[in-house]
């Protein structure tokens, strides 16, 4: 079955830097490439997703690459702010999302420090 | 717009009890997956359930079970808890299986001693 593996599990960085979060993932035919953020005690949210027919994809701050050749993909904070610590998982999938079947990394905890 | 929402929020059961958590979707949902968190971990899926019925399962034993009721509400049990078990349990609902994005729930952090 599908395996997520991410990197680091933790982070810090200086207010205003930039952060990078990558994740491999082992099945081939994964399609879907959701990020989500999970601030201490709160649900998981979605802030930004990609699809395998799209090499990158941005979002304000916000960018996901995506390598299929490599089978691994990152996510990418520019000018980071403190309220952007917070818990990031990437996720896979191969029905594109449509079954709720994501396999999560582990998470990186991600430090910004004013 | 009414989030996802879940009850209880905290609980504690002894080992070989069953448990129940529930889960309302968001407005406008019909289909609710449901994912096991454990400390420090990603969440991990259960299942999903879609008109109904159980449309998708992850690694988890037949313990682990489910209803989703003609609302779109949905239920997930546990029996015969393990010490393993001890997790905070997320739902999350989707609008008829498109778009990919899951909206969660706050979870429910069930302690088994």
């Known amino acids: 079955g599908e395996n997520v593996e991410q990197h680091p599990s933790t982070l810090s960085v200086q207010e205003g830097d930039s952060a990078v979060i990558k994740c491999t993932y082992s099945d081939s035919a994964s399609n879907y490439f959701p990020w989500y953020k999970q601030e201490l005690g709160k649900r998981p949210q979605l802030i930004i997703d990609?699809?395998?027919?799209?090499g990158e994809k941005k979002d304000q701050r916000i960018a996901v690459t995506l390598n299929k050749t490599a089978k691994h993909f990152s996510l990418h904070i520019t000018e980071t702010q403190p309220e952007d610590s917070a818990v990031y998982f990437c996720a896979a999938s191969s029905d594109g999302g449509s079954q709720g079947n994501l396999i999560f990394g582990k998470g990186t905890k991600l430090s910004v420090k004013p | 717009e009414t989030g996802v929402t879940q009850s209880p929020t905290h609980l504690i059961k002894t080992r070989g009890q069953q448990v129940t958590l529930r889960c309302s979707s968001q407005s406008g949902h019909n289909t609710v997956s449901w994912y096991q968190q454990a400390l420090g971990q990603g969440p991990q899926f259960i299942f999903q359930?879609?008109?109904?019925?159980?449309?998708g399962r992850g690694n988890f034993p037949p313990r682990f079970s489910g209803l989703q009721f003609p609302n779109y509400s949905s239920e997930l049990n546990v029996n015969a808890l393990e010490l393993d078990d001890s997790a905070l349990y997320l739902c999350a609902s989707s609008p008829a299986r498109v778009s990919g994005e899951l909206f969660f729930g706050e979870g429910s952090r069930l302690t088994v001693l």
């Open positions: 359930y879609y008109r109904e019925e159980e449309n």
């Open positions: 990609i699809r395998s027919n799209v």
